[in-house]
């Protein structure tokens, strides 16, 4: 039988990737991050007022980005969305939507 090492989430991640994952932390639309990166999760939390939503974009805006998905969590949760890092070509935007006390956002950009 094979033996296989375990390996952190990024261990595939291009050398021109910057290497430690970077956040931000969001209460309101904005851009998280410009510019070619590598998206890894977010962690959203509900104000405890009803379910909180946000919005991903690949993109700078709402207007010009191409969506990527929805999240929703319960009234007073945290939920934590993390996936194989995916490359965004033109930035990182959030659209925060109602009922949200907060967003982290995990990212690697490129190195400059």
């Given at each position: 039988m094979q033996q296989h090492d375990k390996q952190e989430p990024w261990a595939g991640a291009p050398a021109a990737f910057d290497p430690n994952p970077g956040w931000e932390r969001l209460t309101a639309d904005d851009q998280a991050a410009r510019g070619p990166l590598?998206?890894?999760?977010?962690?959203?939390?509900?104000?405890?007022?009803?379910?909180?939503?946000?919005?991903?974009?690949?993109?700078?805006?709402?207007?010009?980005?191409?969506?990527?998905?929805?999240?929703?969590?319960?009234?007073?949760?945290?939920?934590?969305?993390?996936?194989?890092?995916?490359?965004?070509?033109?930035?990182?935007?959030?659209?925060?939507?109602?009922?949200v006390a907060d967003l982290v956002a995990i990212y690697k950009t490129v190195r400059e």
């Open positions: 590598l998206f890894g999760g977010i962690i959203l939390t509900s104000d405890g007022v009803g379910a909180a939503d946000v919005t991903i974009y690949d993109g700078q805006e709402v207007t010009g980005g191409r969506r990527f998905s929805s999240f929703k969590v319960a009234s007073g949760l945290t939920g934590v969305f993390t996936w194989p890092p995916l490359l965004f070509l033109r930035g990182l935007y959030v659209d925060i939507g109602s009922n």
